[in-house]
C-alpha cells in the first residue's frame, strides 16, 4: 500500500525559506514521476514541480528560480526547497506520485501531479507579509 506522508509546513514571514519533505512507504516502482501542487485558499489547485526517476526536474514557470525539487532515493524521501517566499505561496502543499512503463509516453510535467495516482494529505504554508 502505497503511504505518501508530507511534513514541513511553517508560519514564516515573507523572504524567508522552507524546506518541505514527503516520505514515501510501499512505492515499489522502478519508473515514476513525483511531485508537489498547491491549493491556496479560493483558488484551483496548482501543480508545482516534479521529478522523475531520472532525476529529470520541471517547475512552473511561476515557481522557477525559487522553488527547487530532489529527492534521497536511499530514504524514499522527495524535498521542495522553497526561498524567498511571499505571502500568495500560503496554500496547502501536496506530494503525489505516479509510475508508468518505462518506454511510455508519459509526460512529468508539474500539471501532471493533480491527477496522479497518489497523494499524500498535505502541510501548510502561511507566509505573512
Known amino acids: 500500500q502505497v503511504e505518501l506522508v508530507e511534513s514541513g509546513g511553517d508560519s514564516v514571514q515573507a523572504g524567508g525559506s522552507l524546506r518541505l519533505s514527503c516520505a514515501a512507504s510501499g512505492f515499489p516502482y522502478s519508473t515514476y514521476c513525483m511531485g508537489w501542487f498547491r491549493q491556496a485558499p479560493g483558488k484551483e489547485r496548482e501543480g508545482v514541480a516534479v521529478?522523475?526517476?531520472?532525476?529529470?526536474?520541471k517547475y512552473a514557470e511561476s515557481v522557477k528560480g525559487r522553488f527547487t525539487i530532489s529527492q534521497d532515493n536511499a530514504n524514499k524521501i522527495m524535498y521542495l526547497e522553497i526561498n524567498s517566499l511571499k505571502p500568495e505561496d500560503t496554500a496547502m502543499y501536496y506530494c503525489?506520485?505516479?509510475?508508468?512503463?518505462?518506454?511510455?509516453?508519459?509526460?512529468?510535467?508539474?500539471?501532471?501531479?493533480?491527477?496522479?495516482?497518489?497523494r499524500g494529505k498535505g502541510t501548510l504554508v502561511t507566509i505573512s507579509s
Open positions: 521529478i522523475g526517476s531520472d532525476n529529470i526536474t
Open positions: 503525489a506520485a505516479d509510475q508508468f512503463v518505462y518506454g511510455s509516453d508519459y509526460d512529468c510535467t508539474p500539471d501532471i501531479t493533480l491527477v496522479m495516482d497518489y
